[in-house]
């Protein structure tokens, strides 16, 4: 299995190289979901590849975010750069970038902000020339499996980091709430936030453990896993180094223990480590005590004087290590850094002020700096072997060579010398000048007559040829093992024109006439069925079918089944997800690509194989009003701004399946909003998280070019009241995104 390390700067990418990666994912100065991330732009990637390729190391690209019409030219002309360079892939997030880069050969991988994870998913996406998807966080193993049997395609899996709450990280809460898209790399976390439950439950309610699968790296195996991805652009060099380090070793058949796992804790925690949507119940997902690091613990607060804390420490302080406080009941104090060494095992930790230690409370080292200071951060020499052959009567020559390749540059014809003739120590001492060249001598030999007279620019001259040669063989041997790939866009879909859609999870709202109305049940069991057939035999409305953004295991049976019971009554899917647009195809349907597919410009929707599209809700009302096809726009009703793949309910409840406490009323609160969430119900429930303002742009936006989407979902509304101009809206209205846009 390939280990895949984050580089968000050229020193982690160094310390990546370093801890034996076999590839690195990095972004540019733009189109990236790390916007923060630093140091890499198209006048300097070509020194980042070749040094990694010269190492043995693959590089992705990121061009991971959603391209808006404006952007085009920009994406295009970065990955040329790219290409240019040699990258071996393009990370790519918006369907919308195939047509746009399908000439340039480099393979294509689909960005876990894709959301591909089932088999139905990576098949349609497989068509587009693809050649790995990136599944999301909450795949299931078991729909990995299925994966490798029904496709071509190579798995990248996430093992170690941050996990985002809402599915695959496709969220609008940041969007909303500060104008800086999560979508665009530029993430305010709110997530990160204390909220309050309707259940009585507070603390960091949204806010996940880091996933850490050290542990679990057989079973990834088993499941024909081919890359075993790191998160962490954001972080440090030090825990790129340490993380990475400790995976190689794993892999190479290290067993992890207790070490391993406090050093990857150390690196970067919050409140321990989870095992994943695998391994983990929903409880062990989240901690809601902390929500930031809180390293290992190294010692408990015995007592406190106006001295500082006199602390029962488990291991050695020393200058400059990060510290942190946890209360006894787990919350996070304040953090500090240690000012001198401290050895003592009842020792005195001075604590600023305003931290406020206290008897039992835990000392946590979320920095270590002699870990850090081990990190290898800089660039480092590739070792060669040197040969020099010094005959009487022969061209002198130098062999540069590694174990899969060599090069030998040649000098002048040598004759015998007048004077002292060269030696073979002399030779090799001569040689082994390689500084500045990217390459260091771990062998040097010498094959020398004693005789013969080499003038020194001449050993200059050879050896340099030699190394630039052994690097243009190293490269060209990287270029001949490049997969190249040509993407295409296989679909030219079934034109669909739609001036409105209306959408209802409860068909008894829909009380009057609708050109296409959309349903959109919380449940796809028998009574539901039976509710489409029965009203679309009954109505002239065209109706189609929302289907779920997620559907693991045993769900997408269950899809198939309601499909198949309700075929010969809809005609459409509105599909959040790329499994849904290929089951569309499968059935013969329009698919109309949702809100959550966010399709923010015209290649995007021209690649969709949608008939339709409503468009990305972080548009603006200008690039909504610029896009080249008729789009719908959400324009009315309750937006969701996540969807949780955990139990909220569990979560704040501790109840089971058996006995689930949701009863449709459950909202979540932060210090200014209230946030309700609603279930779906497969064999796998999910749970939308809405925005606490009820969109309403009809007013601001009908009569200019408007083609409303508007959902009543979760609202106490029927058609006619919208129709009227009297629904509900439950409180205070937005016109959403469409007055600013995002960032």
Known sequence: MELLAPVGSPEALYAAVAAGADAVYFGLNALNARAKAQG????????????CHLHGVKTYVTLNTEIKNS?????????????????DAFIVADIGAVGILADLGVPLHASTQMGVHNAEGAEYLERYGF??????????????????????????????????????????ASAVRTGDSGNRGRCMQPCRLKYSSSFGKEGYLLSPKDQCLITELDSLAAARVDSLKIEGRLKQPHYVYETVRRYRAALDGKTPDREDIDALKRAFNRGGFTRGYNFDDTRGIMYPKVQNNIGVTVGTVISVDRRGA??????????????????????EKGGFEARSDINARNALLPVPDGIGA?????????????????????????????????????????TAQTDSRSFTAYGPMLEEAEGKAADSDGLARAANRLGGSGFCAKDISADCDGRCFVPASALNAARRSAVEGLRSELLTEYAERQRKARATLPYSAKPLSLSAMYEADDLAKADVHAEALVYAPREFGKEQAEAVNGYCSQSGSKVYLHMPLIARGGDIGLLRGFLDAVKDSVCGLVCDNWYAFELAREYGMYAVAGIKANICSDAAFRASGASAAIASAELSYAEYRGLGFDALCFAYGALPVMTLTHCPVQLNTGCTCADCAYDGDFVYRDKREEYRISRTKLRHCTFDLYNPQTVNALAKYSGRGLRPFVSLSGIDAKLSDIA????????????GLLGRGVK
């Open 40 to 51: 890499f732009d198209e006048n300097n990637v070509k020194a980042y590849v070749e040094y």
């Open 71 to 87: 952007e085009t030219e920009k994406l295009r002309a970065l990955a040329e750069a790219c290409a240019e360079a040699g990258t």
């Open 131 to 172: 050649t790995r998807v990136v599944v999301a966080r909450e795949t299931l193993l078991s729909d990995v499996r299925k994966i490798k049997e029904r496709t071509s395609l190579e798995v990248e899996f996430f093992v170690h980091g941050a996990l985002c709450v809402a599915f695959s990280g496709a969220c609008l």
């Open 310 to 331: 006199v602390v029962a420490l488990k291991e050695d302080i020393r200058k400059g290590d990060g510290l942190k406080l946890i209360s006894a009941s787990g919350e």
């Open 358 to 398: 206290a008897k039992g409370d835990s000392v946590a080292k979320t920095f270590d700096a002699a870990t850090a200071a081990n990190a290898v951060t800089e660039p480092q020499p590739l070792p060669i072997a040197l040969s020099v052959r010094a005959r009487t009567g022969e061209r002198l020559s130098v």
């Open 724 to 735: 009227a101009s009297t629904a509900s809206c439950g409180g205070r209205t937005t016109s």
